[in-house]
């Protein structure tokens, strides 16, 4: 079993719409979570940062983390095309160095 | 000015060629990092680096070294090209492990 699992998509939605992208992970010491974008060509930036279980905001970002199930989630409301990139999911156990997975590609239709 | 820049941004090059790929960051981190990304395969991380005397392999390091002449700087060399390494390398820096900026980006290809 891959550490961490993400679908690669594509996943087209309506702008407007509510995106969820999700990842499964294996291993229980994962307890830094985070979300990155990456716009084609560039390097991916941070979208979210957290640590252990919960949720966490930012404007029409939203962070969830499921410990139990070693499950994340992150939820963008009111989708723009802008937000058209592909997600990538990370996660650490100490806060040193982080996995990747693989990228979910995104597209926001106008 | 960009925190972290990479050059060159673009490279061809032929098998077996010694090549380095160069970062430079003005964020005033500690730690940086070497990654690949490849379709399908995401990004793995090559050497990574706390401070200027410390230097760790990643999850695929074998063809690849490094080294880091100051603290804003972290070069990836690889001894003897070949085509397999063709892929995108980022360069990243960090304060704490999560929390990671990247550079642009290198094309290599080796053919």
């Known amino acids: 079993q891959k550490e961490v699992e993400q679908d690669p998509g594509p996943l087209s939605v309506p702008e407007g719409a509510i995106v969820s992208l999700n990842c499964t992970y294996s291993n229980s010491a994962f307890q830094y979570f985070m979300w990155y974008r990456q716009y084609s060509r560039k390097g991916p930036e941070l979208l979210m940062y957290t640590y252990s279980s919960g949720n966490k905001e930012d404007g029409r970002f939203t962070a969830q983390v499921d410990k139990s199930s070693k499950y994340i989630s992150l939820f963008i409301r009111d989708s723009q095309p802008s937000d058209s990139a592909t997600y990538l999911c990370?996660?650490?156990?100490?806060?040193?160095?982080?996995?990747f997975g693989k990228g979910t590609r995104l597209h926001i239709l106008p | 000015d960009a925190d972290v820049t990479q050059t060159p941004r673009n490279r061809i090059t032929k098998t077996g060629k010694r090549i380095m790929l160069e970062c430079s960051q003005t964020?005033?981190?500690?730690?940086m990092y070497w990654y690949r990304q490849d379709p399908g395969l995401g990004l793995r991380l090559i050497y990574y680096?706390?401070?200027?005397?410390?230097?760790n392999k990643g999850e695929i390091s074998d063809g690849y070294s490094v080294s880091r002449q100051a603290q804003a700087k972290f070069s990836l060399s690889l001894e003897s090209a070949i085509p397999n390494q063709t892929a995108l390398y980022f360069c990243?820096?960090?304060?704490?492990?999560?929390?990671?900026?990247f550079g642009p980006g290198t094309r290599l290809t080796v053919t």
């Open positions: 680096s706390f401070d200027v005397k410390d230097i």
């Open positions: 990243a820096t960090s304060v704490r492990g999560g929390e990671q900026y």
């Open positions: 964020k005033g981190h500690d730690r």
């Open positions: 990370a996660m650490s156990a100490l806060d040193d160095k982080i996995i």
